[in-house]
């Protein structure tokens, strides 16, 4: 069937247009002189030397880091329980699991949106410490505010990486660890947990890499004042039209989320078993 | 060993779960309210959904939101579709590549994906608005489309086409009486991940888009700077056309299974 080889083709076209060349467009700017267009040739570094010589700069990208740190961190500590609890659940996991994705299919920014009444000063949670004497709280415009996002908008994604590989698993290796006298303790963690490593580690990635270059839940959530890096490169090319600066930005950006991949895959490698 | 009714990991999961449902159900709630407040409920009224049927900034961008989802999802169907099969008999170096190029809109973050395109448009000198709007939403859902159907074209054997060729059919019939009908479950949910990517997206259309041409996502976003009631009114519209999509798109293959069961047995009996 050679006759539709050719078929490809077209496809191959389209994607050098609209995938290969705008990211050489990224990294070609990000090298370019502000204010010039990057075939005028003028190479410089004078992008990154802006961003490592400012303290703002630098306080936003940690910002940003500890809040995406922040978010998979939590998103592990509810997700891993919640995810074990589906693979546990027999008969009743595919419901349980369609029940965890139909949110996700909704619309980020409504479901964003939607926390805005339930954490403001006089909204729901607040009424509901207030049952348990607490508060009210500041709540908007605060980490808070935007990590909970954060954890909404992503924790499905934790979730659903997690239940696959604890679904992978054959049951057999529990009933063998069992055999050879481990307690429930020590069967989760010497066999259940170093198996769903995998399943971690991309949970980890689909969660890390998008919390880092959100722009609209700090914006939403944290309100004008609250700036990550998603922000700065927003206000590059949308407000102030420094293509080269913002291109920087997010080249830094995307190098860093590329070395934290990296970094998890190598637990991944040396801990995990391949299932 | 004593099992415990509830361990702790049901609880997190329950617990989980309201987490999820509580703002979308808090949004359809007070899209009914009758004051402005995003807090208290004041009582019964459709006040939100008459403003947003009035504006004709609103309609106009759940209208473009539908034009642009429907449009790229039947563009990048048939171009997913047809480029998956032209693969399966391209060398391995030209699978490879193009399947590395692809992941780069699934790997990278959408604000990278977004700003590469803003760029290339305004280089091509190609002006902000409906025409970049399709084009950049074609390219970011094709990729998804293609890994949706490429499974499904794995399982298939090799010479189902040769065989179709041998009893007379020509290429093309070959192509859409025996390949497309086997490939149509992973086709299906190709188009539906396409829809509600397109549908959904904000941060790539938001990037893309100008002159006026706006979808309801970038609608929402430039209503939030201020509280705004009526955006809980297009947030339930949104919720109710997504849910449909979703149980339309799982009605359709169980009509057509029952449809199916039915004529065998027609032909059995």
């Known amino acids: 069937m050679k006759q539709f080889r050719s078929m490809a083709y077209p496809y191959v076209a389209w994607i050098s247009v609209l995938i290969v060349i705008p990211m050489l467009l990224i990294i070609a700017y990000a090298f370019t002189v502000e204010g010039t267009a990057f075939f005028q040739g003028q190479f410089t570094l004078a992008n990154f030397a802006r961003f490592f010589s400012d303290a703002v700069f630098i306080q936003v990208l940690l910002r940003s880091l500890r809040v995406a740190i922040l978010t998979t961190i939590v998103c592990l500590l509810l997700g891993y329980p919640a995810a074990y609890a589906i693979a546990r659940a027999g008969k009743r996991s595919t419901f349980l699991i369609l029940v965890i994705t139909l949110p996700t299919w909704i619309n980020m920014l409504v479901r964003t949106y939607a926390w805005v009444g339930i954490l403001q000063d006089d909204g729901l949670l607040n009424h509901l410490l207030g049952l348990f004497g607490i508060g009210p709280l500041q709540m908007m415009y605060t980490d808070f505010a935007v990590v909970l996002g954060m954890v909404y908008n992503f924790l499905p994604f934790m979730i659903l990486e997690i239940h696959t590989s604890l679904s992978k698993m054959d049951p057999s290796f529990l009933e063998a660890a069992s055999d050879l006298g481990a307690n429930r303790t020590q069967a989760f963690l010497r066999v259940t947990l170093p198996m769903s490593v995998p399943g971690i580690v991309s949970g980890i990635t689909l969660v890390f890499l998008p919390a880092v270059s959100s722009f609209f839940i700090p914006k939403l959530l944290g309100g004008g004042q609250y700036v990550l890096i998603g922000n700065v490169i927003e206000s590059q090319f949308l407000t102030s039209g420094n293509w080269s600066f913002g291109s920087a930005l997010s080249l830094i950006m995307a190098i860093i989320i590329m070395l934290s991949m990296f970094l998890t895959r190598r637990l991944d490698r040396n801990r995990g078993i391949d299932v | ?269």
């Not at chain 2, 809109?105 to 590469?116: K, Y």
């Not at chain 2, 025996?178 to 479950?185: E, T, V």
């Open chain 2, 1 to 269: 060993m004593k099992k415990k009714k509830f361990p702790l990991t049901r609880v997190i999961l329950a617990a989980v779960i309201a987490f999820f449902y509580l703002p979308i159900v808090y949004t359809v709630v007070f899209s009914f309210n009758s004051s402005r407040s995003l807090t208290h409920f004041s009582g019964f009224s459709l006040r939100w959904y008459e403003k947003m049927f009035s504006s004709s900034t609103t309609m106009n961008a759940i209208w473009m939101t539908f034009v642009v989802a429907i449009l790229a999802t039947i563009l990048s169907t048939i171009i997913g579709t047809i480029t998956v099969i032209g693969l399966s008999k391209c060398s391995r170096p030209l699978r490879s590549a193009v399947g590395m190029i692809n992941d780069l809109p699934i790997m990278n973050p959408d604000i990278v994906t977004a700003i590469g395109l803003l760029m290339f448009f305004a280089t091509m000198e190609i002006s902000k608005g409906f025409v970049t709007l399709l084009l950049a939403h074609v390219a970011f859902c094709t990729p998804y489309v293609m890994l949706s159907i490429t499974p499904r074209l794995r399982t298939l054997d090799p010479n189902l086409a040769d065989a179709a060729l041998d009893l007379g059919a020509n290429p093309w019939q070959a192509l859409w009486h025996a390949i497309i009908p086997q490939l149509m479950p992973g086709i299906v949910s190709g188009a539906l991940i396409a829809f509600t990517m397109s549908f959904d997206d904000f941060v790539i259309s938001y990037f893309v888009t100008g002159n006026g041409v706006q979808n309801i996502s970038i609608l929402v976003y430039t209503m939030s700077k201020r509280i705004n009631p009526s955006i809980n009114a297009i947030s339930t519209l949104v919720i109710v056309i997504i849910t449909a999509v979703l149980i339309l798109f799982n009605l359709i293959p169980m009509i057509r299974d029952r449809a199916m069961a039915r004529r065998k047995k027609e032909e059995t009996a």
